[in-house]
């Protein structure tokens, strides 16, 4: 009995210590009209993104490649679609160290959002 409340408690605080996803209205304001350096933990490569005001979004990978897109925010999820490929829409959640992360409902990080900047700041 001892060890199941043992492992009850460490489990809770566990729990407790995992960062809360950002709301819909926290990612809007986060991404919206901004521009990104991050890590695409899917493909293996950084890049840089602008996330337009009106949902239009621009990907340069660090191979030079530009992907151009769109991005919405649906039921507090970041989704992200680009022409060739399928919607992906994932939580948004802050690191301690100023980073955030997206993530899929199982657990999978797909990219990591490395700092932010104020507006389309590489001139996408």
Same mark, same amino acid.
């Given at each position: 009995?001892?060890?199941?409340?043992?492992?009850?408690?460490?489990?809770?605080? =566990?729990?407790?210590?995992?960062?809360?996803?950002?709301?819909?209205?926290?990612?809007?304001?986060?991404?919206? =009209?901004?521009?990104?350096? =991050?890590?695409?933990?899917?493909?293996?490569?950084?890049?840089?993104?602008?996330?337009?005001?009106?949902?239009?979004?621009?990907?340069?990978?660090?191979?030079?490649?530009?992907?151009?897109?769109?991005?919405?925010?649906?039921?507090?999820?970041?989704?992200?679609?680009?022409?060739?490929?399928?919607?992906?829409?994932?939580?948004?959640?802050?690191?301690?160290?100023?980073?955030?992360?997206?993530?899929?409902?199982?657990?999978?990080?797909?990219?990591?959002?490395?700092?932010?900047?104020?507006?389309?700041?590489?001139?996408?």
């Amino acid at each position: 009995m001892k060890r199941l409340t043992l492992l009850c408690l460490l489990l809770a605080s =566990g729990m407790a210590s995992a960062a809360t996803p950002l709301t819909g209205d926290q990612i809007k304001a986060l991404v919206s =009209g901004n521009s990104a350096a =991050g890590f695409a933990d899917s493909l293996g490569k950084n890049y840089t993104a602008y996330y337009a005001l009106d949902g239009k979004l621009v990907q340069v990978l660090d191979n030079k490649k530009r992907r151009q897109g769109t991005w919405k925010v649906a039921d507090n999820n970041f989704c992200t679609q680009f022409p060739t490929e399928p919607e992906r829409c994932t939580k948004v959640v802050p690191g301690d160290n100023g980073e955030y992360q997206r993530i899929k409902d199982d657990g999978m990080v797909t990219n990591t959002f490395k700092k932010f900047y104020k507006g389309n700041a590489y001139k996408y």
